[in-house]
């Protein structure tokens, strides 16, 4: 049997004494250190990136109500109203770089110490710093999907088709949200217009999970056995609001695998954490990898 990390998981209100959150990220080293652990990434490691989040002090949910899957597959005219929006706000975040929590992650994972990285974000940033076969939970805006059959391409391509559609649409984004959508007037939205996918003339939706919808099971069940595999996970800017992501950090402190929070502010899976950091997540993971790493003589994780 694998032996796991020396910090033992208290789940309870006790937790809570923790608030607001440590400043100190060595004990969340100390765990790191010994290998084999999935990073569960939230919008909250992008929003240093220029990427708002959607829960945080700011986030976007406050202004914004993001598509729903219904709303979406319902109405032709939802359909419009994503696309319009959704034309402006990916050439945002297409153009987003990786910043220093990114890179920490891919750094850590590049010394051997993270087993996997699991991401709600759609922006693909880990990748763009270095991170390799990242889990997109709710899937990527780089690709686009036709619901009738099932044909996938990219979004450059599509991009592309509605330009060409749109020669006369001169909107501009103003502020952006995580899901690339942005805020225009109706009668803007009115003027868009929409193209189908080129193989059946159906409809194209992003390849990403919109509110209301399912991650696709396969995934979810990988997902469960990267974490069963795993001596520690570390939530990484999650407020773990939603089910897609908190079920991995319940499922993991069932099985009595340390949980470590690192978010600016209260998470639905406090009462799970073993420890929790609330620090920016550039400093802190710049911080967590330096630890990690400092005077370590094999230059990679332990495995006992």
């Given at each position: ?22 400043t100190d990220v060595r004990p969340v080293a100390d765990v790191v ?52 929006r959704s034309h402006l706000g990916w050439r945002t975040i297409a ?210």
């Amino acid at each position: 049997m694998r032996s796991r990390p020396t910090l033992e998981w208290a789940p309870g209100p006790e937790v809570l004494a923790l608030e607001p959150g440590a400043t100190d990220v060595r004990p969340v080293a100390d765990v790191v250190r010994g290998g084999r652990v999935v990073v569960l990434s939230g919008a909250g490691i992008s929003t240093e990136s220029g990427i708002p989040d959607y829960r945080g002090e700011t986030g976007s949910l406050r202004t914004h109500t993001p598509m729903t899957y219904g709303d979406f597959v319902g109405s032709e005219a939802a359909r419009q109203r994503y696309w319009a929006r959704s034309h402006l706000g990916w050439r945002t975040i297409a153009r987003a770089a990786p910043n220093d929590g990114h890179r920490a992650v891919a750094a850590l994972q590049a010394c051997g110490y993270l087993s996997g990285v699991i991401t709600q974000n759609v922006d693909g940033l880990h990748q763009a710093a270095g991170a390799r076969d990242v889990i997109e939970l709710h899937g990527n805006l780089d690709r686009v999907i036709c619901l009738d059959c099932g044909t996938t391409s990219a979004r450059e391509v599509l991009d592309q088709r509605l330009r060409d559609a749109n020669r006369e649409f001169t909107a501009e984004a103003t502020r952006i949200n995580p899901d690339g959508d942005v805020e225009l007037p109706e009668e803007v939205v009115r003027t868009f217009t929409v193209v189908p996918c080129t193989v059946c003339g159906g409809t194209v939706k992003p390849d990403v999970v919109f509110f209301g919808e399912n991650v696709p099971k396969a995934r979810v069940e990988r997902c469960y056995r990267m974490i069963d595999d795993a001596n520690a996970v570390l939530v990484l800017g999650s407020s773990l609001t939603v089910m897609s992501g908190f079920r991995f950090v319940r499922h993991a402190a069932k099985a009595g695998t340390p949980v470590l929070i690192i978010n600016q502010g209260l998470t639905r899976g406090d009462p799970y954490a073993t420890y929790r950091v609330n620090l920016p997540l550039g400093r802190a993971l710049t911080e967590l990898a330096h630890q990690v790493t400092a005077g370590e003589e094999t230059g990679g994780p332990s495995h006992a």
